[in-house]
């Protein structure tokens, strides 16, 4: 088990500086760079630049000094925010995505959860006819069409919540459950249908020969197998909540990583190009990491070697 | 005691029914049996005849919907197993009448170690605390002789094998030292030499328990050792009942005979084709209005197709449902 987590933890390295270097490619593949501008620049300014940001150098030289400074864990500055390092964007601004994605990861569980298991046990019934349109609901449409459409209602014609920015608990519920609902209605769907799947199985027939309470049968015998497929959505469902979803920030205009990542993109900003993405990467492989491992808590028949 | 004859188990006129896409299939339509203290009943038939669900409806573990018992009587000890409530009939199961399954790679929880599937039994039942339920389950381990309990117990299940497996089931089963176990094709999953060793271990603790037991299974040759007597069963109907010993001697049954017929016989001759009773199960949601055997029988006539056969009583245990009963059980024994 321990040198399963330590090969998985040594993989992330080789892993994350390949993501670096496919955008670093991608980056420089694209036209256009951080100090172009509608007017073009003179020259000799451009050269300046040029040798300032060591852009004059050849392209190996140039990897390798970006890929030395990445195995140091040092990003630089960033090029726009100047005398900004990357790290320190960063750590400011992946808080508000941390909190925002793992309130929306415990509110998408907590319902789709429930949801699923009382639909499963249900079967057929009212609830789970709909709770199953609810999600295919949620599903279907897309983030940026019900934040804003949040945002009309409840702020605009109720006036009962803040329509955007970070403040206190209630600026958070609107950007929660936008960004929660359609992890919820995936999960509710897993839940039902791994459920239904186990609650036919020949153990569950055993476990109610053996007299046991239907309620004991549920959560003893059934909800361990029937939250395996759940299990492994929630893992890259976790990293890219925490990662900050974009359109939601975008819609609250909430200062996270999401919003942050975009922006740097757009400002041609390399070194928090390339910050962010590697950060992102190692977040997504350390959640996967986590549900394998917890595969293994929850199967026994999963062996680590 | 007195009210039931002595009987533990007494079915009358059970129905049970599902609802299907293709209609009503009427898995099991109209059967009766007595079950007697200490006593063990087979029950023989193919897929599909409506075996296991008979004893399903007995244990009340009919999935409803799409099934149904519509009509019947279930008593159990003198009590009306269709009239309880939930919790009735879970004090019941398991600790009353115990059931083993068909297939042991599935019928256990593979997420739970087999300590804990089997303490909560004697947990439920007995009121047995944590330490009193593990010690119950070491015991019962070693009652059906797994090698070394005390280091198997708190393995998981996919750590035995088929017939290890079989035995923990059985363990199981019999924590609470039902008065009535039903084995529902206990062996059918296993090989030949392991379903040798589970069929005895099942009779000894038989005789030690003095457990009532109902062996489903669709080979007659298992049943032939075990049981008093035996119920053929086709299309969910009762085709023939009656003592072991009749049974085999002097069937009186067209499909008794082609099941007989069809047991591999070790002192055969070489190369000689294996008897198989010709044709399918029929489809039971869409039964014809003769004999639902009618079609596959060697002896059938016109009536057959034509008028429901009837149940014909041969002496005062032996029955069979056959337009031709007394003719088929006065022709056979001399083979």
């Known amino acids: 088990m321990l040198k399963f987590i330590l090969k998985r933890l040594l993989i992330i390295v080789p892993m994350a500086l390949l993501v670096v270097t496919v955008t670093w490619v991608l980056i420089r593949v694209a036209p256009g760079n951080f100090y172009s501008t509608e007017r073009s620049l003179p020259p000799a300014i451009e050269e300046n630049i040029k040798k300032k940001y060591g852009l004059d150098q050849p392209w190996y030289i140039q990897y390798g000094t970006m890929m030395g400074n990445i195995l140091r864990l040092d990003f630089g500055d960033s090029l726009k925010y100047q005398g900004q390092s990357v790290n320190e964007i960063i750590a400011r601004h992946f808080p508000y995505s941390a909190i925002l994605g793992l309130l929306a990861y415990l509110l998408a569980l907590g319902i789709g959860l429930f949801a699923g298991i009382v639909a499963a046990l249900k079967q057929n019934s009212a609830f789970d006819y709909g709770s199953m349109a609810a999600a295919m609901l949620g599903l279907s449409v897309p983030n940026f069409v019900l934040g804003p459409l949040l945002v009309l209602l409840f702020s605009l014609y109720l006036y009962w919540l803040p329509p955007a920015r970070w403040g206190g608990p209630l600026y958070l519920i609107m950007p929660v459950v936008t960004l929660a609902a359609i992890y919820a209605a995936y999960i509710a769907r897993l839940t039902r249908a791994g459920m239904l799947e186990v609650m036919r199985s020949d153990y569950i027939r055993t476990a109610r020969a053996k007299g046991l309470k239907e309620s004991k049968v549920l959560l003893k015998h059934a909800l361990r197998g029937g939250i395996i497929p759940v299990v492994s959505f929630t893992g890259p469902a976790l990293a890219s909540l925490l990662a900050g979803t974009v359109v939601v920030e975008k819609v609250f205009a909430i200062p996270g990583l999401g919003n942050i990542f975009i922006q740097s993109v757009l400002n041609r900003d390399e070194p928090l190009i390339l910050g962010i993405v590697a950060f992102l990467s190692i977040l997504i492989m350390v959640a996967n990491l986590i549900v394998d491992i917890s595969y293994g808590f929850l199967d026994p028949r999963i062996r680590y070697e | ?335």
């Open chain 2, 1 to 335: 005691m007195s009210e039931n004859n002595g009987n533990l188990l007494t079915v009358n006129d059970l129905r049970t029914y599902f609802q299907t896409e293709d209609g009503v299939v009427k898995a099991v339509d109209g059967i009766s049996f007595e079950l007697k203290k200490g006593e063990t009943l087979g029950i023989v038939g193919e897929s599909g005849s409506g075996k296991s669900v008979s004893n399903l409806s007995v244990m009340r573990l009919i999935p409803e919907p799409p099934g149904k018992i519509v009509s019947g009587d279930i008593l159990f000890d003198g009590i009306d197993v269709r009239r309880l409530s939930d919790e009735e009939v879970r004090n019941i199961r398991g600790k009353r009448i115990a059931m083993i399954f068909q297939d042991p790679m599935t019928s256990l929880n593979p997420f739970l170690k087999i300590s804990t599937q089997l303490m909560e039994v004697t947990q439920i039942h007995l009121g047995h605390s944590r330490e009193q339920a593990y010690d119950h389950a070491l015991e019962m381990l070693r009652k059906v002789n797994i090698p070394a309990p005390e280091k198997r117990i708190d393995g998981y299940p996919h750590e035995f094998s088929g017939g290890m497996r079989q035995r923990v089931m059985i363990a199981m089963a019999l924590s609470c030292e039902p008065e009535l176990l039903i084995a529902d094709e206990p062996t059918t999953a296993l090989d030949v030499t392991i379903q040798a060793q589970i069929l005895e271990l099942i009779k000894g603790l038989r005789t030690e328990l003095g457990t009532s037991v109902i062996l489903i299974t669709h080979d007659l040759g298992v049943v032939a050792g075990m049981t008093d007597k035996i119920i053929v069963m086709y299309a969910g109907k009762i085709f023939e009942s009656a003592p072991t010993k009749e049974l085999f001697a002097k069937p009186a049954n067209p499909y008794t005979k082609g099941l007989l017929k069809s047991v591999p016989d070790p002192a055969h001759e070489h190369g000689e084709p294996l008897y198989q009773i010709p044709g399918l199960p029929p489809d039971v949601a869409n039964l014809p209005p003769g004999c639902p055997f009618a079609e596959r029988c060697d002896r059938a006539e016109e009536i057959c197709e034509r008028e429901f056969p009837p149940f014909v009583q041969i002496n005062e245990n032996h029955h069979s449902l056959c337009h031709f009963a007394k003719e088929v059980h006065a022709s056979s024994g001399g083979e």
